[in-house]
């Protein structure tokens, strides 16, 4: 692992024995679940490989499949595989032989088994030369550390980048028009259109990036009544901006930003996440937020019915270790190879950000807590990985959030568990609406605790209040009246016939 974080692979193998058959990844999704984005690659490399060592060998890597290919998954599940390892996390496309039925061959057996590949393994060096392949250099001729990443088609980290050091890259593909983006930071992104004709084909793209300006991205955070929120967190994604806070205000400042698309996040505690995108190309750009009170699951009061959990041990409800409140999400007590998973899903109306709060007390490097999206990988951690903000981008529609913590073979270290917090999810159709005014009205200038609610063409069933970290309220009432122990800011949610509807920001002076 250190060998391959030193250098820059483009492609690579592994080899075993004990069975005889071409595996390419992923070893740790089914290829039905979550295919590799270059599945039709993966496939015809490994089914040449088979047919060339077939010419000396009629019968070579014919005892898992027929056609001596497989899915790794599809073959049988593996966790932690080197090959995987390459794919995820250093971005090459790696595969892994297997050479032969018997795990130990006999000394007057290598020389046939080194001739039925030899052939074979020349013709998959030569894989990587096919495809798209260039250089990426600035306008003084300089290599550039970029990704060139084919848009609609790559997922799963298959994107490549260039070596640093040359600026070289390489990437193979299956024939077809692909519209590749070239990108590094303060540089300006270039797409460019490449056709690949046939499997042996070399397209060489080289690409000359220009240096970007530097601008400014500045705003204001307020909530629904226009009041600046202050300490609210601005980030830039996928760039090394450093986050900045708003002031007493709700203002904030990027001095200098290069000029790009950019995505920004605005965050706070006890409202929900907002997301917008910018074009910063030749001028500064103000971006404002305005954000709603979230509905963050805090776990304060229980665990939410649509949580559901894993056979092997459930995550629990736990007091003492939280980000907000006093309580969060815990993994269960799982045992090696096992693993503690938690799940929701969510339909939602919008495209959005998911965000949660996690911690992490593991062996490093070897019990992982993982965060999926419908079933693609989207970040782990290990090791003492203290409370954090992580946040992903969702399209609108039904997804499925998956925490799991997984446990290998031996050993443990720190407390052994993971823990979660303070999730949000962009707005489902489970969720209420904020306002709506055709319900119910509550009696204007509530004071001293004291407000009333006067339904309109509708029964009330039900009342429940939570202050703005979605803790719920304890509350006295005689009828319709209510009230509470202290003043606050707070959301009424009242349970009516044809479903629950939301009021925010209660102010009882």
């Not at 007057?108 to 030569?126: E, R, S, T």
């Not at 995550?315 to 309580?327: A, E, H, L, P, T």
Request: aromatic fraction near 14%; include cysteine; hydrophobic fraction near 35%.
């Amino acid at each position: 692992m250190d060998f391959a974080e030193a250098h820059h692979f483009s492609m690579s193998a592994n080899f075993h024995g004990g069975a005889e058959v071409m595996n390419y990844p992923w070893d740790i999704w089914y290829s039905d679940e979550n295919p590799h984005a270059d599945t039709d690659w993966f496939e015809k490399i490994c089914t040449n490989y088979v047919s060339s060592a077939r010419e000396l060998y009629p019968n070579y890597m014919s005892d898992v499949t027929s056609d001596g290919v497989t899915e790794g998954a599809d073959w049988y599940i593996a966790e932690g595989t080197r090959q995987d390892f390459m794919m995820y996390y250093q971005n090459c496309r790696e595969v892994t032989v297997e050479l032969s039925s018997t795990k130990l061959l006999s000394t007057d057996q290598l020389n046939n088994f080194w001739n039925y590949n030899k052939q074979a393994l020349i013709d998959f060096l030569k894989e990587v030369t096919y495809g798209v392949n260039g250089r990426v250099t600035n306008t003084s001729g300089e290599p550039v550390d970029a990704k060139v990443e084919i848009s609609g088609h790559d997922k799963d980290n298959s994107e490549v980048y260039t070596d640093p050091a040359n600026g070289d890259y390489y990437r193979p593909i299956a024939p077809g028009t692909y519209t590749v983006t070239y990108s590094s930071e303060g540089y300006i992104s270039q797409n460019h259109t490449i056709t690949i004709s046939n499997w042996k084909q070399t397209v060489v793209k080289d690409i000359v990036l220009e240096q970007a300006q530097q601008f400014e991205i500045s705003g204001r955070v307020t909530n629904l009544e226009g009041t600046g929120l202050q300490n609210a967190k601005i980030q830039i994604l996928n760039t090394s901006v450093e986050p900045v806070y708003t002031n007493v205000s709700g203002y904030y400042t990027f001095p200098n930003v290069f000029e790009n698309t950019h995505t920004l996040v605005a965050s706070l505690s006890g409202y929900a996440v907002s997301v917008k995108n910018v074009t910063l190309i030749g001028a500064n750009q103000t971006v404002d937020f305005e954000l709603a009170p979230s509905n963050a699951y805090s776990f304060e009061d229980m665990v939410p019915d649509e949580f559901s959990f894993g056979a092997d041990a459930a995550w629990n409800r736990v007091q003492g270790v939280s980000y907000d409140g006093d309580y969060a999400m815990k993994s269960g007590n799982i045992r090696h190879n096992q693993e503690s998973i938690m799940k929701v899903e969510s339909n939602s109306t919008e495209a959005g950000v998911i965000s949660f709060y996690k911690k992490v007390s593991s062996e490093s490097t070897f019990d992982f807590l993982y965060f999926y999206i419908d079933t693609q990988l989207k970040g782990s951690w290990s090791g003492e990985d203290d409370w954090s903000f992580q946040s992903y981008q969702v399209t609108e529609g039904t997804h499925t959030y998956l925490w799991e913590y997984n446990k290998d073979g031996n050993a443990i270290g720190g407390y052994d568990c993971a823990w979660v917090d303070y999730i949000e999810i962009p707005k489902s159709t489970s969720d209420t609406e904020f306002v709506d005014s055709s319900k119910f009205v509550i009696g204007e200038n509530p004071t001293k605790g004291k407000f009333e609610i006067f339904p309109l063409k509708t029964e009330i069933l039900s009342v429940k209040i939570y202050d703005l970290s979605g803790k719920e309220m304890q509350y006295l009432s005689s009828n319709l009246t209510f009230y509470l122990s202290q003043p606050g800011v707070y959301i009424v949610k009242v349970t009516t016939p044809d479903g629950i509807v939301s009021k925010p920001l209660i102010v009882l002076k």
